[in-house]
C-alpha cells in the first residue's frame, strides 16, 4: 500500500529536498564551472574549463583526442578585444562561439578544421569565447544573437544575468 505526503506533512521533506540541493549547487542559476546558452531555438547546458591565463589560452583544447559531448572551454579575456583562433594541435573539429560582454554571441565559427592553421577570427568587442564540438551549433541553433549566461559576465551588463 503506498502512502502519499500532501499538505503540511509534506513541507518538511520538500524543505529539506530545496536545503539539498541549494546546498550542492543543482539548482545554482551560474557557476564558473557551467555555461548556459539560450535563444529561439531553446537552452544548452555546458560544463566547460576556463582558460583566462596566457597560458591556459594559448594550450587550449590541444592535444586532446575527445571532448564529451556537453562539455567545453571558455576563454575569458580581462577585457573586450579581438578573439583570433586557429586549430594548430588540435585534434578534433571544434564549433567556436565568440561573445560580446553582454553575453550575446556576436559570431560563430562552425566546425573548425583539425590541424588547420588558418586564422579564425571571431571580431573586435570580444570577451568570451565558448569551443564545443563540432557541429553542436548547429544542431542546437545556436546562432548570432543567441544569449551565455555565465558568472565572469558583466552582471550589470548581461543579457540573461545570473539570478
Same mark, same amino acid.
Given at each position: 500500500?503506498?502512502?502519499?505526503?500532501?499538505?503540511?506533512?509534506?513541507?518538511? !521533506?520538500?524543505?529539506?529536498?530545496?536545503?539539498?540541493?541549494?546546498?550542492?549547487?543543482?539548482?545554482? =542559476?551560474?557557476?564558473?564551472?557551467?555555461?548556459?546558452?539560450?535563444?529561439?531555438?531553446?537552452?544548452?547546458?555546458?560544463?566547460?574549463?576556463?582558460?583566462?591565463?596566457?597560458?591556459?589560452?594559448?594550450? *587550449?583544447?590541444?592535444?586532446?583526442?575527445?571532448?564529451? %559531448?556537453?562539455? *567545453?572551454?571558455?576563454?575569458?579575456?580581462?577585457?573586450?578585444? %579581438?578573439?583570433?583562433?586557429?586549430? %594548430?594541435?588540435?585534434?578534433?573539429?571544434?564549433?567556436?562561439?565568440?561573445?560580446?560582454?553582454?553575453?550575446?554571441?556576436?559570431?560563430?565559427?562552425?566546425?573548425?578544421?583539425?590541424?588547420?592553421?588558418?586564422?579564425?577570427? &571571431? &571580431?573586435? *568587442?570580444?570577451?568570451?569565447?565558448?569551443?564545443?564540438? &563540432?557541429?553542436? =551549433?548547429?544542431?542546437?541553433?545556436?546562432?548570432? &544573437?543567441?544569449?551565455? %549566461?555565465?558568472?565572469? !559576465?558583466?552582471?550589470?551588463?548581461?543579457?540573461?544575468?545570473?539570478?
Amino acid at each position: 500500500m503506498s502512502r502519499r505526503l500532501r499538505g503540511p506533512a509534506a513541507a518538511p !521533506l520538500l524543505a529539506t529536498l530545496l536545503w539539498l540541493a541549494l546546498s550542492t549547487g543543482l539548482l545554482a =542559476a551560474c557557476r564558473d564551472d557551467v555555461v548556459d546558452l539560450r535563444g529561439p531555438w531553446g537552452q544548452a547546458r555546458f560544463a566547460v574549463e576556463i582558460a583566462d591565463t596566457p597560458q591556459t589560452q594559448a594550450l *587550449g583544447l590541444m592535444h586532446r583526442e575527445s571532448l564529451p %559531448r556537453n562539455a *567545453g572551454m571558455l576563454f575569458v579575456y580581462p577585457a573586450p578585444q %579581438r578573439a583570433t583562433f586557429w586549430m %594548430r594541435n588540435t585534434l578534433i573539429p571544434l564549433d567556436m562561439i565568440f561573445v560580446a560582454p553582454d553575453g550575446v554571441v556576436r559570431h560563430v565559427h562552425h566546425e573548425a578544421v583539425p590541424l588547420d592553421e588558418t586564422v579564425i577570427d &571571431g &571580431g573586435d *568587442g570580444i570577451l568570451m569565447v565558448l569551443e564545443i564540438n &563540432g557541429g553542436l =551549433a548547429r544542431t542546437f541553433g545556436i546562432a548570432p &544573437g543567441s544569449e551565455l %549566461r555565465h558568472p565572469r !559576465l558583466p552582471q550589470q551588463d548581461a543579457a540573461w544575468p545570473c539570478d
